[in-house]
């Protein structure tokens, strides 16, 4: 049986590989979710007469939902891509290639129009978490039980301290990157561990930026608004867990992290290096909220849109480059940001994008969004309040600040015009201000920054998107 397992699994791979060979090759804006839980991010009992066995894990421990149950779920609301990403204990590799890998599978087979990738909620050594995403092929299932087993700080048995250390991340990455074919890596919750705004707990700029140094092509971003976002007080939970986010030391802002939220913080520091470096929004689902849980399902409330063709190949290459925005309560369906030499359209640059200016007069810098054409799954038809152009120049390259971010212009419905189901602003910047990036960031909202998550606030009524950024090369 486990041998016949085996087969049906490579056959479903290989027909995953059939149908993306099909697939129209037209780029658009794909929704989707790299923050993913199922039955298999356990829990561990030990047994304690037995203190050299490892532990067992228990299937179901920290979420309930199937993979398939997660793929349909993913597709109810309005997904085209997905991450299966659990984590675990000692040996958890192993329940992933055993157990998950033949789910997701199955999953594949039985919900044909997702892309659903094979990954990992990734035990980074020294630190937290992030999310692993492996390219869909014959090697994904061995790649991640290899990267799993080697380097995932709580893998070992018996547990290994040497094995959970920030270098030892960076081995990590080093080792992705050499691989056939090289993973993705997110980082998730970035300041989750912080105490105060300012902080940045485990993952420092710093970090990050070494991160990405290591491996470019692996270390691609963060979540910029992580998931749990359904999280509310109730009877018997501490500070954390009835937080939104379950950020129970400082909130999230606007639903988005602290690095992202505050303007000329962690996220901008690093752009200010000249890292490219993306952020992403996730549902991080372990359980529902009608379940008594802290979460949506994925696509429910916040989703990360990546522009891309609908194969496994190119949404990675879309998350690699930068072409993706963030986006709660479906605030919006898609974003055309665009930055051109004046005098010179039709070379314009988009998300992702550097675009050369040296010696031109000035930039003119396009703004198209697409309200989402019908009610979001809180019933609402959310509405754009504003949005704003955000410019930020260089920072050092140890800071974890950047004291030159600033809002360039604030748009209102005053200013954009219609044009079918676009809604469309531009702005022009001289040279005299020319930045070294660009990005956006919109809401439903009145806020002119947003604010600190009171517990207990309702989420729909605080919504937000955030482009990633436009580079300008001006050597």
């Known amino acids: 049986m486990y041998r016949t397992l085996i087969i049906g699994a490579l056959a479903l791979s290989s027909s995953a590989a059939t149908a993306e060979a099909q697939a129209p090759q037209a780029r658009r804006w794909l929704a989707g979710d790299h923050h993913v839980h199922s ?8 047994d304690p007469a037995n203190p050299d ?8 421990g920290d979420s309930s939902h199937m993979i398939l149950e997660n793929a349909r779920m993913a597709r109810r609301f309005g997904l085209d891509w997905m991450v299966s990403t659990d984590h675990g204990g000692p040996r958890h590799s192993i329940l992933n290639h055993e157990r998950a890998w033949p789910d997701v599978a199955a999953a594949r087979k039985s ?24 390219p869909i092929d014959g090697r ?3 790649a991640l039980r290899d990267i799993e087993s080697r380097f995932g700080k709580r893998e070992a048995f018996p547990p290994d301290p040497a094995r959970n250390s920030k270098a030892r991340m960076i081995e990590a990455l080093r080792y992705m990157a050499d691989l056939p074919d090289a993973p993705v890596v997110i980082g998730n919750h970035p300041s989750r561990t912080v105490t105060a705004r300012g902080q940045w707990g485990l993952h420092a700029p710093a970090e990050y930026r070494a991160w990405h140094d290591a491996a470019p092509h692996v270390a691609i971003g963060m979540e910029g608004a992580p998931g749990h976002q359904a999280a509310s007080p109730r009877p018997g939970l501490d500070a954390a867990h009835g937080a939104r986010g379950l950020y129970g030391g400082y909130p999230t802002m606007g639903g988005f992290d602290q690095m992202v939220a505050t303007l000329g913080g962690g996220w901008d520091a690093l752009l200010g290096q000249g890292v490219h470096w993306t952020i992403t929004a996730t549902s991080d689902s372990h359980g529902h909220w009608q379940e008594g849980g802290a979460d949506f399902w994925p696509g429910e409330y916040a989703k990360t849109w990546v522009f891309a063709r609908p194969t496994s190949a190119d949404i990675l290459d879309g998350l690699r480059n930068g072409r993706v925005f963030a986006a709660t309560g479906d605030l919006i369906d898609a974003l055309d940001f665009t930055a051109a030499r004046v005098g010179a359209p039709g070379r314009a640059a988009a998300m992702g994008d550097t675009l050369a200016v040296r010696g031109a007069p000035g930039i003119v810098v396009t703004i198209r969004f697409r309200p989402a054409s019908k ?13 704003d152009l955000i410019a930020g120049g260089l920072s050092a390259p140890s800071a974890d600040r950047n004291a030159t971010v600033r809002v360039v212009r604030r748009f209102t ?36 920054e947003p604010l600190p998550d009171a517990v207990g606030e309702d989420p729909w009524n605080d919504l937000w998107f955030y482009s990633n950024p436009i580079y300008i090369g001006q050597e």
Do not use: C
């Not at 039955?39 to 030990?46: L, V």
């Open 53 to 60: 066995v490892p532990p067992t894990p228990i299937i179901g």
């Open 140 to 142: 994904e299932r061995d």
């Open 111 to 134: 919900v044909p129009d997702l892309v659903l990738f094979y990954g990992a909620e990734f035990d980074v050594p020294g630190g937290e978490h992030a999310s692993l995403i492996l």
């Open 39 to 46: 039955i298999y991010s356990a829990q561990y009992r030990a």
């Open 413 to 448: 419905e005053k200013e954009w015009k219609r044009e079918g189901a676009y809604l469309v602003v531009q702005h022009r910047i001289g040279a005299q201000d020319m930045p070294r990036y660009l990005r956006l960031r919109g809401t439903s909202t009145t806020e002119g």
């Open 375 to 387: 009610p979001n799954a809180h019933g609402d038809a959310p509405r754009m309040d504003h949005i």
